[in-house]
């Protein structure tokens, strides 16, 4: 994908979590660059996909990148099926604002309770999705697996 992205279509990536066994999340990624979802096994290939996909669209930039001005980025295809853009456990926008201190700075919302924190690391928002989940799972709402 050529170009940086603008928009903010592209600052929210939806994360659907559909199952999560010792802690251990699967499901999908969703972004207006993508074509598509892209599945995910464990928090290690959700982490790397993020990290790619922020490359990729040079948005935002790692705060140790070398600045270059890219071409505009053309017009958005409307996007339909919003159904399966639900995890069977859980549904969170993450919108990464900054990448400063080999990290990722900015906010998440866990969609099924309306609920937004910030978040200064990955690690930060790796623990608030946790907590989200098993908060969930011990009140009996969901179930660890699908």
Known sequence: MPGKMT???????IVCIDSYQESEPRG????????????????MQFLLRMESLLDEMKFPQSFTARREFAPAAGPLDAVSGDGER???????????????NASWQGCVT?????????FRSAL??????????????QSGKLRASS
């Open 86 to 100: 639900r995890g069977k456990l859980a549904t969170f926008t993450v919108k990464i604002l900054f990448r400063q």
């Open 110 to 118: 866990w969609l099924e309770r309306g609920k937004e924190e910030s």
């Open 7 to 13: 928009g903010n279509e592209y600052r929210t990536t």
């Open 28 to 43: 999908r990624v969703y972004n207006a660059s993508l074509d598509g979802g892209e599945a995910f096994e464990s928090l």
């Open 124 to 137: 930060e928002l790796v623990f608030l999705m946790d907590s989200a989940i098993s908060a969930s799972m």
